[in-house]
């Protein structure tokens, strides 16, 4: 058994109102040339990634979630912080959530779920690289980590790092943000969609949490959550929104966009250029508020989350940074300094996972 409360639930909200029941009479396996021209047929009429095609004609396991979201004390924040959160919250809902193995030996398994917010991504999708040591899936509760990836097509940092985690004993769950791996079937024009884009990733991660939280050999009180890059803005965000995630990590990411946008090199270059096709000047600085982090890092706790930063990063430059440190309230033992630039990390790879394995696998300690 792979998660708990795994049961006949319709799965309501797919295009074109397909319903999805854990033990239909749906094509398996071994019927592969009818699966896929099923699937090269249905293919023609839907927005669905090839994943969602195969998980509806391969009988995947359904569990039911229900969300935890909790709504901010206004009394508690500031106007603009409330102004900034109210961006990213949704009315909690019951919602059924898919677990299907995966089809690669990458990772484990795939798991689909609605998104909370109507958007370019559609459903979200997770690979779930299931804990190990020693190349043996180990047995009993063991802690949990959502990984939100870099910007690049392939993902590859944020599955490296996901896999690498994974072997370290803990549960490591990649989330594919909108536009990204299985949802992809329509990317976001990031010049004119990339604030709605962060808010429905950043929702999207949250969600997750839940979702994870229901999986057998999940222990449910040590969930945490790591970005990197512009996975470490969308999960500042997500963590701001509630008390949800345990530890928190965040690889190369920082506050202060318009700053970021105006000093930022390569990829950050190449996205202000995309940005000032459609907005310019107070237009942008006003339009990128709404994803601002520092309106809300405040939120995060500061004994609890640990930032690594690039000391020579040309993209995400130090000084924002520093700037999600102070207003986070980060004592120094939680900022991580290396001697490097925003891709060259790379050689600090192990290091950070090391780093992160001994700090989620204390937290979890009794």
């Not at 795939?110 to 040591?133: L, N, T």
């Amino acid at each position: 058994m792979l998660a708990t409360g795994f049961v006949k639930v319709p799965i309501d909200g797919r295009p074109d109102g397909i319903k999805i029941e854990s033990n239909s009479e749906s094509p398996r396996a071994s019927d592969a040339g009818g699966v896929l021209f099923a699937a090269i047929q249905f293919r023609k009429t839907t927005s669905m990634s090839p994943f969602f095609l195969l998980a509806a004609l391969l009988d995947p396991q359904a569990m039911a979630c229900h969300d935890s979201l909790a709504v901010p004390d206004h009394a508690a924040e500031s106007d603009d912080a409330m102004a900034c959160l109210h961006g990213f919250l949704w009315q909690p809902t019951k919602f059924a959530a898919i677990v299907t193995p995966a089809p690669t030996a990458e990772f484990d398994f795939g798991i689909s779920f609605p998104s909370p917010r109507s958007g370019p991504g559609g459903d979200v999708f997770i690979e779930w690289r299931m804990a190990r040591q020693n190349d043996v899936i180990c047995e009993g509760e063991r802690p949990a980590i959502v990984v939100v990836h870099e910007s690049g097509r392939g993902m590859h940092a944020g599955r490296v790092i996901a896999q690498s985690l994974s072997h370290t004993g803990i549960h490591a769950f990649m989330v594919h943000l909108p536009g990204y791996g299985q949802r992809s079937v329509r990317r976001p024009d990031q010049g004119r969609e990339l604030v709605e884009g962060i808010q429905q990733g950043a929702m999207d991660t949250r969600r997750a949490a839940d979702v994870i939280k229901t999986l057998d050999g999940v222990d449910s009180k040590h969930v945490s959550i790591l970005g990197v890059s512009l996975g470490g803005f969308v999960a500042s965000l997500a963590g701001s929104l509630d008390a949800v995630f345990d530890q928190h990590f965040l690889l190369m990411a920082g506050a202060d966009l318009p700053t970021m946008f105006q000093h930022g090199e390569r990829e950050v270059a190449d996205l202000r250029n995309k940005l000032e096709e459609h907005r310019t000047g107070s237009d942008l600085t006003v339009w990128l508020r709404q994803v601002e982090p520092a309106r809300v890092a405040h939120r995060l706790p500061a004994d609890r989350t640990t930032l690594y930063v690039a000391m020579f990063d040309v993209v995400v430059p130090p000084r924002c940074s520093e700037k999600l440190a102070t207003v986070i309230g980060l004592p120094p033992e939680r900022i991580v300094r290396m001697p490097c630039g925003h891709h060259t990390a790379v050689a600090f790879l192990l290091p950070m996972v090391l780093d992160v394995g001994k700090r989620v696998h204390a937290a979890g300690a009794p």
